[in-house]
């Protein structure tokens, strides 16, 4: 499922608008999308249930990036300002500095330049955080390739792409769990004697 439209690809490719469906139901593995005076049945197996469901209740832009109230969010260089209200909606705490750490950072990068800020902002996530990339969609000035490419010289690894809006798409990055401080492996203090 895409930003606006189901998308099935194998031996036959499908594209289906979403505002264009009007019915998808599922029954004995079989997924069964209806959509203008279309229909479509697709042999899916145990997973036509949640599809339908997915479909018929799509999840919200925030849902997709992961945002749960009460998580700390840093925005930088985001001059969405409808998508920071939906953050605040959703109550997330929306910070302007770092702090001891917040969960999720949205980075909005415009050309290739802005991806040499990617190390520093990404200090400013906890260990389990996610620092999501926004770029422009299908710009010479940034891409993906370059995006991926800054966020492993960050000392990130790239985990998913969703489309943000219909102009931009957001990429997340994660701190690699091998290289996230776990109370375990943090040395205790010395001790007194």
Same mark, same amino acid.
């Given at each position: 499922?895409?930003? /606006?439209?189901?998308? &099935?690809?194998? *031996? ?9 469906? #009007? ?11 209806? &959509? ?25 832009? @925030?849902? /997709?990036?992961?945002?749960? *109230? ?27 500095? *770092? ?7 949205? &980075? ?6 802005? @991806? ?8 400013? @996530? /906890? *260990? ?34 969703? #489309? ?7 990429? /997340? ?21």
């Amino acid at each position: 499922m895409e930003h /606006k439209d189901l998308v &099935f690809r194998g *031996p036959e490719r499908l594209s289906i608008p979403l505002n264009e469906i #009007s019915t998808a139901i599922a029954h004995g593995g079989r997924l069964r999308v209806i &959509f203008g005076s279309r229909t479509a049945d697709f042999e899916i197996g145990a997973v036509a249930a949640k599809w339908a469901d997915r479909i018929t209740n799509p999840p919200s832009r @925030l849902d /997709k990036l992961g945002i749960k *109230p009460g998580m700390t969010v840093l925005p930088v260089m985001l001059r969405d300002r409808g998508f920071v209200e939906e953050l605040r909606n959703r109550e997330a705490r929306i910070v302007r500095t *770092p702090g001891h750490g917040v969960d999720v950072i949205f &980075f909005a990068a415009s050309d290739r330049a802005d @991806l040499e800020r990617l190390t520093d902002v990404s200090r400013g @996530l /906890k *260990p389990a955080g996610a620092l999501w990339v926004i770029r422009p969609k299908g710009s010479a000035a940034i891409t993906e390739a370059e995006t991926m490419a800054a966020g492993k010289r960050a000392g990130l690894v790239d985990v998913k792409v969703v #489309s943000f809006s219909d102009t931009h798409t957001a990429e /997340k990055f994660v701190i690699p769990v091998a290289k996230r401080a776990t109370p375990s492996r943090v040395s205790p203090p010395p001790r007194k004697h």
